[in-house]
């Protein structure tokens, strides 16, 4: 707990929680918010794609996506722990959605991250196995 309230309470933190600043909390979550819809509009339209529709569209272009959805999966893993890190103790404290010990997340991106050829997406539905969500 000690080490949440020193990330909550560093420079950084609280300069995201409490600044006035434009740039701090608003722009942040608006980057995680267009980050996740680019990550999620752009898989979802290779995956509808690959499950049939619009069959007249080539499969091949597609997968120039990946880099813009590898971008926007950074972006969302940056901001997301920007705005993890200013509200620390409520929610790595939440017991809604804990995780699961140290040893199963690291097998899970070890294993996701030889996959470097699949799209960010893939990855982000490994780490997320790590959390186990009644």
């Not at 898989?43 to 590898?70: C, H, Q």
């Not at 409520?90 to 010990?101: F, S």
Request: glycine content about 6%.
């Amino acid at each position: 707990m000690s080490f949440l309230l020193s990330l909550e309470n560093s420079a950084f933190g609280t300069w995201v929680r409490e600044s006035k600043s434009l740039w701090a909390y608003p722009t942040i979550l608006f980057l995680h918010t267009v980050g996740l819809g680019f990550l999620v509009g752009l898989n979802t339209a290779i995956d509808l794609r690959i499950l049939g529709v619009a069959r007249k569209v080539p499969l091949a272009p597609m997968e120039s996506f990946y880099k813009i959805m590898w971008a926007a999966f950074w972006v969302n893993a940056l901001s997301g722990t920007a705005l993890l890190i200013a509200d620390a103790t409520t929610k790595l404290t939440n017991p809604v959605c804990e995780v699961e010990g140290v040893d199963r997340p690291k097998a899970i991106v070890r294993r996701c991250t030889t996959l470097t050829t699949a799209p960010p997406s893939v990855i982000l539905i490994c780490i997320t196995e790590a959390v186990r969500c009644p």
